[in-house]
């Protein structure tokens, strides 16, 4: 799907209300390798490099809302790795630099 200024200005003004989705509802398979809850930030990039890193492919990503409807859609988008705890920032390092 293409997203013109001219039509997200259009859905902005009259509510959002005729967006179609983009995503597809399949149903659940029987059993998965891997189950991942929470279609965010972590959880699509778990999901990504599960695949890329280690071709694990038979993984769910379970979401109660749609993807990115948590922090990760809200937050000020600002790319560091400078939060607060130490025993955590080699792990924002490494993220820094994957991303
Ligand atoms: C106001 C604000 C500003 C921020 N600014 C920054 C910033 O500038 N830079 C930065 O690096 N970080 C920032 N953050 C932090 C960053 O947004 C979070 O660290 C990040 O979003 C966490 O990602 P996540 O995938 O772990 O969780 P989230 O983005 O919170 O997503 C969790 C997902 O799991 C789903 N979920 C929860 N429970 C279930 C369930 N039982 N079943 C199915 N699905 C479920 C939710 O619907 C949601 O989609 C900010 C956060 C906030 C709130």
Redesign the pocket.
């Known amino acids: 799907m293409r997203y013109p200024a001219l039509k997200i200005l259009a859905q902005g003004l009259t509510g959002n209300k005729r967006w179609t989705p983009v995503w597809r509802e399949p149903e659940p398979k029987a059993e998965y390798d891997i189950v991942i ?7 699509l990039a778990t999901a990504y490099y599960l695949a890329r890193e280690f071709g694990v492919t038979n993984v769910a990503v ?4 749609w993807l ?5 859609g ?7 790795s400078n939060y607060l705890l130490e025993g955590n920032q080699p792990f924002y390092e490494f993220s820094l630099r994957l991303w």
């Open positions: 809850v929470g279609g965010a930030g972590h959880g379970v979401e109660k809302g990115g409807s948590g922090n990760i809200r937050n000020t988008t600002i790319i560091r």
